[in-house]
């Protein structure tokens, strides 16, 4: 399918690995121009260098922490203009309710939820202007069904839900669409250290994590970079400009809901 996106320019936030990796790769092979962000540089120009040779498209670099707002200003500068955005950024590390202080908070607060607000509303002003655009932004399946150990997560990725849920309705009518994809288990760094964290807590080896956690999965399997970033690249695309607001769960049915 002809996505319809060729030649816009996307900004794809901690794209160097996973699921970030997944998006930018998906929206190259629509041909997509894109500026890619990790904080580690070398991972970064060595996945820009592959999609480059993949797809021929124009990609440039930026490496900081997109969570502080030398970075967000950073990645917008370089992304200036940009038609579809891609928020994401690491989670925050699991534990216990009674852990977490009130600066754990802060900094899940200003990785998870207010930094992509504040990307999106330096880049909506842009879209609305040109009466197109698209923004995605990576959260997780915690939203809609609680993981106990990723508190910090939960409660930070559902204020960003909530601001999601009104802001994607005002925007709507100038032909920008905004909506959250929500990864189950994939397949990248992050699973694989929490599958050590699993492995450590149940005096199990990491093999064995891993399979436990891949039989809560009704598909069995962990899901791939690759089939997350289809789906971004589809919800970015031409056709999509009819789903607004939503929170599309992709988690091999882990989460056990009628709807
Ligand atoms: P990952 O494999 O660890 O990759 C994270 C990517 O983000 C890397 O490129 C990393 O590069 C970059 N990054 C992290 N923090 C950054 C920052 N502050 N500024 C700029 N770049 C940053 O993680 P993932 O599995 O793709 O997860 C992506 C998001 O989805 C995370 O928020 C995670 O919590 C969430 N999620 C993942 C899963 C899963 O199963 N994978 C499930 C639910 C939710 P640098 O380290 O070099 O910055």
């Not at 040109?130 to 809609?144: C, D």
């Not at 760094?189 to 039989?215: K, M």
Request: hydrophobic fraction near 45%; charge should be neutral; glycine fraction near 12%.
């Amino acid at each position: 399918m002809d996505l319809g996106i060729r030649g816009k320019k996307a900004i794809v936030c901690a794209s160097s690995k996973g699921l970030g990796f997944g998006c930018a790769d998906a929206l190259a092979a629509a041909g997509v121009e894109l500026v890619m962000n990790a904080r580690g540089s070398e991972a970064l120009e060595e996945a820009a260098a592959a999609i480059r040779a993949r797809h021929g498209v124009n990609v440039v670099t930026v490496a900081c922490d997109v969570t502080t707002p030398d970075g967000q200003a950073k990645v917008l500068a370089a992304g200036e203009g940009a038609d579809i955005l891609v928020t994401n950024a690491g989670g925050p590390p699991p534990g216990l309710w009674s852990d977490w202080d009130r600066d754990d908070f802060i900094r899940a607060l200003d990785a998870n939820m207010l930094t992509p607000i504040a990307l999106m509303k330096a880049a909506l002003p842009g879209m609305i202007d040109r009466g197109w655009g698209r923004v995605v932004n990576i959260t997780s399946q915690s939203v809609k069904a609680p993981i106990p150990a990723l508190g910090l997560s939960n409660a930070a990725r559902t204020g960003l839900t909530g601001y999601v849920a009104g802001t994607a309705r005002q925007v709507a009518q100038h032909g920008v669409t905004i909506n959250n994809m929500l990864p189950g288990i994939h397949d990248t760094d992050r699973a694989v250290s929490l599958d050590g964290n699993v492995a450590r807590q149940q005096n199990i080896s990491v093999e064995e994590a891993r399979a436990r956690r891949e039989a809560t999965i009704p598909v069995r399997r962990y899901g791939t970079a690759a089939e997350f970033g289809a789906m971004c690249a589809f919800l970015c695309s031409a056709h999509a400009g009819f789903i607004v607001g939503q929170n599309i769960l992709l988690d091999g049915g882990a989460t056990n809901a009628t709807i």
